[in-house]
């Protein structure tokens, strides 16, 4: 019984072998363009089968592997001639319906491509010419150039939400620490001055004490240091008939000062 590690073996030596000889591993022979125009490719031409068409040989229902035909739009002219009939002149055939890998072609008349006693059968495969189709295939091509560019400006703007959401947590603590850090800060600050404040009071309180005391101490000098005026500014004559002092008999006159 043949166990996993065994076929896990297996796929190594195979894919070793494959590595060594040179051989592409991805199942592609060209590196990828990312949908966009090769230059050495020709999208004017490209072959498509009959899958379906009427009785009158009017309408044929092309099925094409290269999906490329999609950018058709009914009205559009294409020339065709059949396979392995490469000597006979062009067909021409308008498109009536667009589907993926199919197409409906209206052709007036296959005269110039394919032999009027002959009966057209179904899966007859056809070789398409049609310089409508490179040019939308080219317009195409641009503006998914576009496309490409928008998806990676919304990729780019997906990608910094995505990592806001998932890193949501972390940083919510971030931005909380950061804050509880500012208040911290400001908190010290705060103990701060108002520690200075009770301080500058504390000061204050001293100092107003000993301003008062020296307050007092120039009230006691001013007061000491006052000279006294010797001249009276009011007459003693009544005061001193009430004292019995003699006096004259008349008030004397208040000197002028």
Not at 106 to 135: A, H
Not at 196 to 209: C, G, P, T
Not at 212 to 236: G, I, P
Request: hydrophobic share 35%; proline share 2%.
């Amino acid at each position: 019984m043949k166990t996993f590690g065994h076929f896990l073996s297996v796929f190594f030596l195979n894919l070793s072998v494959a590595l060594a000889s040179g051989v592409p591993t991805e199942g592609v022979l060209g590196p990828d363009n990312h949908g966009q125009i090769d230059p050495s490719v020709d999208y004017e031409r490209f072959s498509g089968r009959v899958s379906d068409k009427d009785d009158s040989s009017r309408y044929f229902k092309i099925q094409v592997e290269n999906n490329n035909t999609k950018f058709f739009r009914s009205g559009d002219e294409v020339l065709f001639k059949v396979n392995l009939n490469d000597d006979r002149n062009f067909c021409k055939g308008f498109v009536r319906s667009v589907e993926d890998f199919h197409f409906t072609l209206y052709i007036e008349t296959l005269d110039p491509c394919y032999s009027t006693q002959e009966y057209f059968r179904r899966g007859t495969v056809l070789n398409f010419y049609s310089k409508t189709l490179s040019s939308r295939i080219f317009e195409a091509s641009k503006y998914r150039e576009q496309l490409i560019l928008r998806k990676e400006d919304f990729l780019k703007q997906l990608n910094e939400i995505n990592h806001f959401i998932w890193t949501f947590d972390q940083q919510k603590v971030k931005t909380a620490a950061q804050y509880d850090e500012e208040i911290n800060l400001l908190q010290r600050k705060k103990r701060k001055a108002l520690d200075d404040m009770i301080s500058q009071k504390q000061e204050r309180l001293v100092l107003q004490n000993e301003l008062m005391k020296k307050l007092n101490e120039l009230d006691e000098s001013l007061k000491f240091y006052r000279v006294e005026r010797q001249e009276l500014l009011t007459d003693r004559w009544q005061a001193d008939h009430d004292l019995g002092v003699p006096v004259g008999q008349r008030p004397q006159k208040l000197r002028q000062q």
